[in-house]
């Protein structure tokens, strides 16, 4: 049989082939180098993945350090704040929680007895709870005590001294009693002296368009002393719940002041029924400052006379004394000996010209 011929590829197909297999054969040798890396590279890249997490854990310890500075930072800041509230308290504040625990059950049972300290205590602007303001007495009155014994066991026999101790001491506690009283009077005599300016400051800011809430506002911030501190506590107790005319009615029952009374009342009608606020304030400032004039005019008048009486007592009396022990003398009369007169001079003489200084004190206007 004859033989078929075979029929060779042509030279494209040759040639296209050829790369087809050369392709193939680049891409397995690609996998296999691709997996020989992998296989290869593998603890360098664990290396990598625990290098990664440790900077993160550093960067996780660093905010929580930062964390715990602010903190430190904040409580650092808390506690500067303590300490200057602490030092803007009163001393007697201080000296009465120091006291309090040691004192606590004579101090409990003398508060009981002592009526109407709370409300002293209260108008005086003592924010101190009864019980520890008579600890405060109680140890206070200890310390004179003590003070007076020790001073006066130097001169005098032991029964003398122990007498003058416990004196002091009782001395020292009725003051003490007595203290928030005369400190409430105090404040009265203040805010009467300043209601004037302050009438007229709130009748410029009512007038001006400001509201009622920001002229008391401006009123506390003002340096008005002891009115100002009161309008403080007025804008307190708004800022706890109280009506405007709440918190002025316990303003009005705290401080015992006519001229503040009036303005009171007048604002708080102004409230209920409307009105020109500022020229009523206005007004009243005026009246009290009329008031207040009258009432120097007749203490300087009254004034006049007692000083005509001081300068007798304190001038003319020595003078006559003088002149009696002279003319005793030379008479040979016992119209006034020596001692007599130095007895008048050095006691009664004094006790005189103290009673004219307390007469002068006591005319003192209650401005």
């Known amino acids: ?165 416990v004196l002091a001491f009782l001395l020292a506690l009725v003051f003490g009693k007595t203290r928030p009283g005369r400190m409430a009077k105090a404040r009265v005599v203040e805010v009467n002296r300043m209601i004037p300016y302050a009438l007229r400051h709130m009748a410029t800011h009512l007038s001006a368009g400001i509201g009622l809430p920001e002229t008391m506002t401006s009123i506390s911030k003002a340096d008005y002393g002891a009115l100002s501190e009161e309008f403080s506590r007025v804008i307190r107790d708004m800022h706890t719940g109280m009506s405007t005319e709440e918190a002025l009615a316990t303003m009005d029952r705290r401080v015992d002041s006519e001229p503040l009374r009036r303005a009171i009342r007048q604002v708080q009608r102004t409230l209920r029924t409307g009105g020109d606020l500022a020229n009523i304030l206005k007004m009243l400032a005026d009246e009290t400052a009329f008031e207040m004039r009258m009432k120097l005019r007749d203490y300087t008048q009254s004034l006049n006379m007692l000083t005509m009486m001081y300068m007798f007592a304190s001038a003319v009396i020595p003078a006559m004394l003088l002149v009696m022990i002279t003319v005793g003398s030379s008479m040979g009369g016992a119209v006034l000996t020596p001692t007599s007169a130095a007895v008048l001079f050095l006691v009664i003489l004094p006790f005189m010209l103290f009673y004219f200084v307390m007469m002068i004190k006591r005319f003192e206007p209650r401005l």
């Open 1 to 165: 049989m004859p033989k078929k011929k075979t029929e060779k590829p042509g030279l494209a197909k040759r040639f296209f082939s050829a790369v087809g297999g050369g392709v193939i054969k680049i891409g397995g040798a690609t996998h296999r180098v691709g997996q020989v890396a992998r296989v290869t590279k593998g603890p360098r890249g664990e290396k990598v993945d625990e290098v990664t997490r440790r900077l993160r854990e550093l960067k996780q310890l660093e905010s929580l350090r930062e964390e715990e500075r602010a903190e430190k930072r904040k409580l650092r800041g808390e506690k500067i704040w303590e300490e200057r509230a602490e030092l803007k308290r009163p001393l007697s504040e201080r000296l009465s929680d120091v006291l309090y625990n040691p004192l606590k059950r004579p101090a409990q049972r003398l508060a009981k007895f002592f009526k109407g300290l709370d409300v002293d205590l209260y108008k005086a602007n003592l924010r101190i709870p009864p019980e520890r303001y008579v600890a405060l007495m109680i140890g206070m009155s200890i310390i004179v005590g003590s003070f007076a014994f020790i001073l006066m066991i130097l001169f005098l026999p032991v029964l003398f001294a122990l007498a003058g101790g």
